[in-house]
Every structure is written in C-alpha cells, then in structure tokens.
C-alpha cells in the first residue's frame, strides 16, 4: 500500500494532466468511496479550474495516508476508469511502480512558492505577464480571490505550476525570475537552488 502512496506522488503530475478531462467524475467516486474526506470534498468541489481540482483533489487523497492512496490507484486501474480515460492505460503495465531516475529535476514545491511569492509581492502582476506567461484575465481573477498580495503572487506561481506540469521545476523558476528586467533580488531566489 505504501507503495501506491509514493507512486501518486510520482504520478502525480500526469494524473493531473489526464484527470482534468473529467475532473468531477474522479472527486464523484472518490467521495463515493471514502477516499475523500466530506472536508475534502467540500474543499475541493468549488474549484473551478480542472486542473486545480485535480491537484486539490490528489493532495487530499496524498495527505490522508497509504491506504487513500491505495484505494485511488485501484480505482485509477479499474474498468471503469480505464474506458473514461484511456491514457490511464499506463497504469497495468509492470514498469509503472518503478521510481524515477534520480537525476529526473524535482517539481517546485509549495514552500518554495511562498517563499518566493513574498519576495516578488510589490510586481507580482509584472511577472506573471513578462515571464510566466500568466493572462490579464487569470491574474485579475487572482487578485479578486486573494486579498493579501503574498497570496496573490502565490496563487499566480501555482497556476503557473499547474500549467506547466512536469517542467514546473524550481530550476526554471529560477532561470525565469533571474532575468534583468525583473530586478528580483538574487537572495531572493536561493531558495529555489536548495534541494526539497
């Protein structure tokens, strides 16, 4: 079972990417089955965007243990599953439950994310634009979601994690936010250079 737990985490990403198709039909039957909490599944049925859904909805499933996790992976291998997604397909092959290898870059964390948002507070609208390539329309969204500035600039970095998926790494961001007409604070972005 503690396998299947580390397994979501390395999946995680592409799970995002495939489950965001039908993101209320994976938070349906995971409710269904207890693998979400009725916290969760209130928490995590407002999001509006898929692919915040999704993350919210793997995270929960993640934060809850070994068995959760279990219990998602085998819903995930299912038929049912199977015929409404068929990228899971992946899934029944016996390569899948081997670990990356270690030189595969970490995804940026959450941490590192806040860490950086507070350095980025007074221009984080400048750089979800510049660099990030986050839309005036996203942005506006974020700022009337969040009341405090850090939060804003946190949520704007997330939605760029979620966009970029498996190349969301703390090595681009950093190689992003470095760029001179930016003017970050080097000290600022060590923290993406720290291994989690």
Same mark, same amino acid.
């Not at 985490?9 to 990417?17: C, E, F, N, V, Y």
């Not at 349906?28 to 509006?48: F, I, S, W």
């Not at 969040?146 to 966009?163: G, H, I």
């Given at each position: =079972?503690?396998?299947?737990?580390?397994?979501?985490?390395?999946?995680?990403?592409?799970?995002?990417?495939? @489950? &965001?198709?039908?993101?209320?039909?994976?938070?349906?039957?995971?409710?269904?089955? %207890?693998?979400?909490?009725?916290?969760?599944?209130? =928490?995590?049925?407002? !999001?509006?965007?898929?692919?915040?859904?999704?993350?919210? @909805?793997? $995270?929960?499933?993640?934060?809850?243990? &070994? #068995? /959760?996790?279990?219990?998602? =992976? #085998?819903?995930?291998?299912?038929?049912? +599953?199977?015929? %409404?997604?068929?990228?899971?397909?992946?899934?029944?092959?016996? $390569?899948?439950?081997?670990?990356?290898?270690?030189?595969?870059? #970490?995804?940026?964390?959450?941490? *590192?994310?806040?860490?950086?948002?507070?350095?980025?507070?007074? %221009?984080?609208?400048?750089?979800?634009?510049?660099?990030?390539?986050?839309?005036?329309?996203?942005?506006? /969204?974020?700022? !009337?979601? %969040? &009341?405090?500035?850090?939060? *804003?600039?946190?949520? =704007?970095?997330?939605?760029?994690?979620?966009?970029?998926?498996? *190349?969301?790494?703390?090595?681009?961001?950093? +190689?992003?936010? &470095?760029?001179?007409?930016?003017?970050?604070?080097?000290?600022? @972005?060590?923290?993406? !250079?720290?291994?989690?």
């Amino acid at each position: =079972m503690g396998e299947d737990r580390g397994l979501l985490r390395r999946l995680k990403p592409k799970l995002i990417d495939i @489950l &965001s198709a039908d993101p209320e039909l994976v938070l349906q039957e995971c409710h269904a089955l %207890n693998l979400v909490t009725d916290a969760g599944y209130k =928490m995590v049925r407002p !999001q509006q965007v898929s692919t915040e859904k999704v993350t919210a @909805l793997l $995270d929960h499933v993640y934060d809850r243990g &070994s #068995e /959760a996790a279990h219990g998602l =992976m #085998e819903l995930l291998r299912g038929d049912v +599953f199977l015929e %409404n997604f068929p990228r899971l397909s992946f899934l029944k092959t016996p $390569d899948v439950d081997q670990p990356r290898p270690s030189t595969v870059p #970490e995804l940026v964390t959450q941490k *590192q994310l806040m860490k950086v948002a507070g350095a980025i507070t007074g %221009n984080w609208k400048e750089v979800g634009i510049l660099v990030l390539d986050v839309s005036s329309e996203e942005l506006d /969204a974020i700022k !009337q979601d %969040n &009341s405090t500035s850090t939060m *804003q600039a946190f949520r =704007m970095l997330y939605v760029w994690r979620c966009c970029q998926r498996e *190349q969301a790494t703390a090595a681009k961001l950093y +190689f992003l936010l &470095s760029t001179e007409k930016l003017a970050i604070a080097p000290e600022s @972005l060590v923290c993406l !250079q720290e291994s989690n």
